[in-house]
């Protein structure tokens, strides 16, 4: 008799009919998700475990496989395959024959993933956080909540610092929060002035794209989900396009190589005499205990009664204002870097719909439109959560 089984995987529900999950081939399963009904397995993340069906290397990564976009949508171009996946194949009239069906045409803008399915993949990210802050850890005062129409008075309406509490020996201590703290002293916040990166802080940007990504289950279910889609056909492959789109320096003044998605949303700049960017809650915490961040008030405060939240808010950084500063609050930074990454990737320039805890939240994305790197993928311009 056939029988109907029900498996959970990154928070999807998935039915497959069948006899049993015996399955020992490759045959029609290449860059399939791990399922643990099979006893082999048929995509990269095998190779790291050990557990690749005996003839993956054949069907999966031999002459055959180059014939098809499965695990290869938006590959950079390589002239020793026989045809192609990515953006620019339609133009050349090169595209693999099953091109459309499983890249989604490749236009960006992720339309072979639904919105529904980024939400479930947020909600199994959300539940992953396990490095987030307790309510313990971390004790804020938002104080004042002004409306939109008086963002931009710049008058101080919270007496008390808005971080009231952090533990950082139990916090700091953790490698992906150590990681970006190493990071976040690396730059010139003022647009106009060149980055200029030692080799060991070069290496502090591959040190946190592994804790936050290889090293966390978190990271991990992103890429997962990831290669599924097709969007990348190994997790090297992943890590640096992340490390292109996130650290790739682009000009924002005067030709300057003086800015990077990173740094934007990170760590914050300077241009034109305002706060540009600045997104990150462990930034706003770090400078305001240095007495270098005044918090003036908010003008939204997300629905969650836990870490994460969100807010938006108003404050004077060193001398510059800004009007509305929105973060995630009592996010981890693989949290933060794996929702922004999620968003960009499949939602480029657009708005990105997420669900926490049951919640809705939007986070905006902006493309880097002026420059590009690697036949024509774009830089991150910006992100941030949206009014919840």
Not at 327 to 346: H, K, M, Q, R, V
């Amino acid at each position: 008799m056939m029988k109907i089984i029900l498996v959970s995987i990154l928070g999807l529900t998935l039915f497959s009919q069948g006899h049993s999950y015996t399955l020992d081939t490759c045959e029609g399963r290449c860059g399939s998700l791990p399922d643990p009904g099979k006893t082999c397995q048929c995509n990269t993340s095998c190779e790291r475990f050990g557990d690749c069906c005996s003839d993956y290397e054949s069907h999966c990564k031999g002459p055959t496989s180059q014939l098809s976009c499965k695990g290869r949508c938006g590959e950079k171009y390589n002239s020793q395959n026989k045809c192609h996946c990515n953006t620019k194949c339609g133009d050349h009239n090169n595209c693999c024959s099953d091109y459309s069906s499983l890249c989604g045409g490749g236009g960006e803008g992720g339309s072979d993933i639904t919105d529904a399915e980024i939400q479930a993949l947020s909600e199994t990210l959300y539940a992953l956080d396990s490095n987030k802050p307790s309510a313990a850890e971390l004790i804020i005062d938002p104080q004042a909540l002004v409306p939109d129409s008086q963002t931009n008075s710049q008058n101080d309406l919270s007496p008390r610092p808005l971080f009231q509490f952090l533990d950082e020996a139990s916090l700091f201590s953790k490698p992906s929060y150590a990681a970006l703290l190493a990071l976040l002293d690396n730059y010139n916040r003022n647009t106009g002035t060149t980055e200029d990166f030692t080799p060991e802080q070069l290496a502090e940007q591959e040190t946190f794209l592994r804790e936050t990504m290889s090293n966390t289950e978190l990271g991990r279910e992103l890429y997962a989900f990831l290669f599924t889609k097709g969007r990348y056909g190994s997790e090297k492959e992943f890590l640096h396009d992340l490390k292109m789109m996130w650290f790739g320096l682009y000009s924002r003044y005067a030709g300057k190589m003086d800015s990077s998605g990173f740094e934007h949303i990170f760590a914050g700049e300077i241009k034109g005499g305002k706060i540009s960017g600045f997104h990150n809650w462990l930034q706003f915490y770090l400078q305001e205990k240095q007495g270098l961040l005044d918090y003036y008030s908010h003008s939204f405060n997300g629905p969650w009664t836990s870490y994460p939240d969100v807010l938006g808010m108003q404050f004077m950084w060193d001398g510059y204002f800004k009007q509305v500063g929105s973060a995630l609050i009592g996010s981890s930074p693989e949290f933060d870097f794996a929702l922004y990454s999620l968003c960009y990737i499949t939602r480029p320039g657009k708005q990105c719909k997420l669900s926490l805890g049951g919640k809705p939240l939007l986070i905006q994305t902006y493309t880097w439109d002026k420059s590009s790197y690697e036949n024509g993928k774009k830089y991150i311009g910006s992100a941030f959560p949206s009014t919840p």
